[in-house]
């Protein structure tokens, strides 16, 4: 019995190195990708300079929402999209004054169709105001009706960074 119990403590354990690399890499691995900065493959874009608020829209303006419809009326030749630019600045955020509204002036903007057809530029006035107004057909819409639906986009630059705005016309 002295000799099993001999060899049994003259066995050698079996190796656990190899076990504990594998282990360390893993974890190595693990950690390194976790600090990688992640993509996001869904939203590739930037926060505007500024805030556009459609002045004859639905709802709030468009200030909040994503695509808001700007209306103006079908029976007459002409539509028009008024909207006024701002520049939110933020020195007193953290006071009672809070975040205040800065008319953007000499802005140049660039209106038109989702169809990629350039329909009218502005300049901002002093008030950070511009008005688009042209023909339905210039729209690409030759008899408007209570109900026509025009897909926009506005363009523009505002200290050195380029911005876009998605909006609707529609004839009522």
């Given at each position: 019995m002295s000799n099993n119990?001999?060899?049994l403590q003259t066995k050698k354990?079996?190796?656990r190195g190899v076990g504990g690399l594998i282990?360390?890499?893993v974890l190595t691995a693990l950690a390194t990708t976790a600090c990688q900065k992640a993509v996001d493959p869904f939203v590739d874009r930037v926060v505007a300079p500024v805030l556009l608020v459609f002045e004859n829209a639905i709802g709030d303006g468009g200030g909040f929402t994503t695509e808001p419809t700007v209306t103006s009326r079908a029976a007459t030749a002409t539509a028009t999209v008024s909207l006024r630019v701002l520049e939110l600045d933020k020195t007193n955020i953290l006071n009672s004054k809070g975040i205040d509204s800065v008319a953007v002036s000499g802005t140049m903007l660039v209106?038109?169709?989702r169809a990629g057809v350039k329909v009218a530029e502005v300049t901002t006035d002093a008030k950070g105001r511009a008005v688009f107004s042209a023909s339905w057909a210039t729209f690409g819409v030759a008899a408007p009706r209570v109900g026509t639906v025009v897909t926009l986009t506005l363009s523009g630059t505002h200290k050195g960074q380029v911005?876009?705005?998605l909006a609707r016309l529609q004839g009522n």
């Open positions: 119990n001999q060899k354990a079996p190796h282990y360390f890499l209106l038109s169709t911005f876009s705005k």
